[in-house]
């Protein structure tokens, strides 16, 4: 079964009886359109925002590759050049070579100093 991408805006949610009815509301027979409280827009913490907000720093990178017998594990020096949903690209300074690592193979990083972690727009207004 294929879903409707518009049923994830919050025009259509699960309903009362299941499934995937338009976002209303029984009252006696009578319908009437759920009222959706507003929210504001939230931006969520994932690791691949953290390490585009830290472009250009120097860190270690720690992964895991299972079922490898040349390498388990790797540690990985270099500066962030870009995140990507699934991935981070490093250059290594000393050397010139960049690394396209898969953020799957992830266990952690390291900075040497302070990380950058607030969003620009979380303290507009205030």
């Given at each position: 079964m294929t879903m409707n991408p518009s049923y994830s805006t919050g025009q259509y949610g699960t309903g009362q009886y299941g499934g995937y009815y338009p976002n209303?509301?029984?009252y006696y027979?009578?319908?009437?359109?759920?009222?959706?409280?507003?929210?504001?827009?939230?931006?969520?913490?994932?690791?691949?925002?953290?390490?585009?907000?830290?472009?250009g720093k120097p860190?270690?990178?720690?992964?895991?590759?299972?079922?490898?017998?040349?390498w388990n594990a790797k540690i990985f020096k270099g500066?962030?050049?870009a995140a990507g949903r699934d991935h981070l690209i490093l250059s290594?300074?000393?050397?010139?070579?960049?690394y396209l690592l898969p953020?799957?193979?992830?266990d952690y990083a390291t900075f040497d100093g302070e990380?950058?972690?607030e969003y620009p727009f979380n303290n507009v207004g205030q």
């Open positions: 209303y509301q029984y027979g009578q319908q009437q359109q759920a009222q959706q409280p507003a929210r504001p827009p939230v931006e969520e913490s994932y690791i691949e925002n953290i390490f585009r907000l830290n472009r860190t270690t990178v720690y992964m895991t590759f299972e079922n490898n017998k040349d500066i962030i050049e290594d300074p000393n050397t010139g070579k960049r953020l799957i193979y992830l990380i950058e972690y």
